[in-house]
Antibody
Framework: EVQLVESGGGLVKPGESLRLSCAASGFSVSNAWMTWVRQAPGKGLEWIGRIKRKSDGGTTDYAAPVKDRFTISRDDSQETLYLQMNSLKPEDTAVYYC?????WGQGTLVTVSS | DIQMTQSPSSLSASVGDRVTITCRASQNIGNFFNWYQQRPGKAPNLLIYGASSLQSGVPSRFSGSGSGTDFTLIIGSLQPEDFATYYCQQSYSTPLTFGGGTKVEIK
């Protein structure tokens, strides 16, 4: 069974950093284009970035609101995807999902508040 | 960025009704287009990819059509478990933008 499990969310203050993890089972993160999507409370879905599989270059793309603050990376040996979030802002408060498009994690809540 | 405009933003329908949701892209995206369903408190679930291909395990009452800029999701006969929010998404170019969502509520 394909499963993605996010972790690492929590309450942080503006300007602080947080790293989210997305662990895969029954599925090879290394062979997929993986994406992070977020959803602010009561709002719609927002694409924030993706990482291509290594065979397609392994490059990353980001949405404008998070470019230069967020970094997506992957540990293929651990079948784990990461989202490093720096200089967090209150508007980054959301549930963060990792997804391959077909498979989605359950989401992890990030709250940015003083 | 490509803008995705969904309509309606919400609708009320009864079990057994045929429901149509539309999505318009701000530029030609071919068939690089997906539909997702999201039930309250749950992660999104891929329904349709490539504009019209049914994802494995998704009931056949769901169908998608369209290409270019105009796309449609049809639920042939609404079931109780279909009351949810539906999102369209273009996968043509980054950022891979979503529509604003259509909430399907019980009449």
């Amino acid at each position: 069974e394909v499963q993605l499990v996010e972790s690492g969310g929590g309450l942080v203050k503006p300007g602080e950093s947080l790293r989210l993890s997305c662990a895969a089972s029954g599925f090879s993160v290394s062979n997929a284009w993986m994406t992070w999507v977020r959803q602010a409370p009561g709002k719609g879905l927002e694409w924030i970035g993706r990482i291509k599989r290594k065979s397609d270059g392994g490059t990353t793309d980001y949405a404008a609101p998070v470019k230069d603050r967020f970094t997506i990376s992957r540990d293929d040996s651990q079948e784990t995807l990461y989202l490093q979030m720096n200089s967090l802002k209150p508007e980054d408060t959301a549930v963060y999902y990792c997804t391959s498009g077909e498979a989605w994690g359950q989401g992890t809540l990030v709250t940015v508040s003083s | 960025d490509i803008q995705m405009t969904q309509s309606p933003s919400s609708l009320s329908a009864s079990v057994g009704d045929r429901v149509t949701i539309t999505c318009r892209a701000s530029q030609n995206i071919g068939n690089f287009f997906n539909w997702y369903q999201q039930r309250p408190g749950k992660a999104p679930n891929l329904l349709i990819y490539g504009a019209s291909s049914l994802q494995s395990g998704v009931p056949s009452r769901f169908s998608g059509s369209g290409s270019g800029t105009d796309f449609t999701l049809i639920i042939g006969s609404l079931q109780p478990e279909d009351f949810a929010t539906y999102y369209c998404q273009q996968s043509y170019s980054t950022p891979l933008t979503f529509g604003g969502g259509t909430k399907v509520e019980i009449k």
